[in-house]
C-alpha cells in the first residue's frame, strides 16, 4: 500500500499539470528511434521534444515520431541517449514565453518549470523568443535532418529543442583555426 499511493498521486499530479504519465513503451521508442539515427546525426542536426499542440511540419528534412506520454521523462531519455555518443552533445533551446506563463493560465506550468530545470541541469541552455527557435528548425530542416519526437504534454511553450553541436570540437578550437587560415597569429 505504501508504494502504491505515491504511484498513485504521481499520476493524479501529473494529470492535473498538463503533462501525462510516461507510457510503458516511450523510452523504448526513444531508444530505437535514436538507435536508428544518431549514429547519421552530427553537428547541426536537431532534436525536438515537443507538446501535444505542436504542428505536423511539411518539411521533408523533418521527421515526426509520436511517442505519447510524459515529455519531462521524454527529454531525460533523449538527454541519456546523446550523453552516450562521442561525436555530438546538446545544446538546450527553451521558449522564452515558458518563462511568463501564467499559473492560472496554466495549471502546473510553475513545477514545469522547476522541474525542467532539473531535467536540463548540467545541459547548456539557451532562451529565444518561440518563433525564432522554429524559424533557426525550419531553416536547419532544409539542409540536415531533424527529429521530432511528439509527447502528450498539453502546456504551453514547453517544447525542448536540442540542437547537436560538435562533440571533439569546440566555438574556440574553429576560432583558432579560422585565425590560422587567415593567417593570424
Known amino acids: 500500500m505504501k508504494k502504491i499511493i505515491p504511484a498513485l498521486l504521481t499520476i493524479l ?7 501525462s504519465t510516461m507510457q510503458p513503451d516511450q523510452n523504448e521508442i526513444i531508444k530505437t528511434e535514436l538507435a536508428k539515427r544518431l549514429d547519421l546525426y552530427g553537428h547541426r542536426n536537431w532534436i525536438a521534444v515537443v507538446d501535444s499542440a505542436y504542428p505536423l511540419q511539411t518539411a521533408p528534412g523533418i521527421d515526426t ?8 521523462d521524454a527529454v531525460k531519455e533523449v538527454l541519456a541517449e546523446l550523453k ?6 546538446p545544446v538546450a533551446l527553451v521558449d522564452n514565453e515558458l518563462g511568463f506563463v501564467a499559473e492560472k493560465n496554466s495549471p502546473g506550468i510553475s ?6 530545470k532539473e531535467v536540463l541541469a548540467g545541459t547548456q541552455v ?26 502528450d ?3 504551453p511553450y514547453t517544447s525542448v529543442f536540442l540542437r547537436l553541436e560538435c562533440g571533439y570540437w569546440n566555438a574556440q578550437s574553429e576560432k583558432e583555426l579560422r585565425a590560422a587560415i587567415a593567417g593570424d597569429k
Do not use: W
Open 126 to 151: 539557451e532562451t529565444k523568443p518561440h518563433e525564432d527557435i522554429i524559424h533557426d528548425l525550419d531553416s536547419s530542416s532544409k539542409l540536415v535532418k531533424v527529429l521530432v519526437i511528439k509527447t
Open 65 to 72: 515520431v509520436v511517442v505519447g506520454g510524459n515529455q519531462l
Open 111 to 116: 513545477d514545469y518549470r522547476e522541474k525542467l
Open 84 to 89: 552516450k555518443a562521442k561525436h555530438v552533445f
Open 13 to 19: 499530479v501529473a494529470g492535473l499539470t498538463g503533462c
Open 153 to 155: 504534454c498539453v502546456m
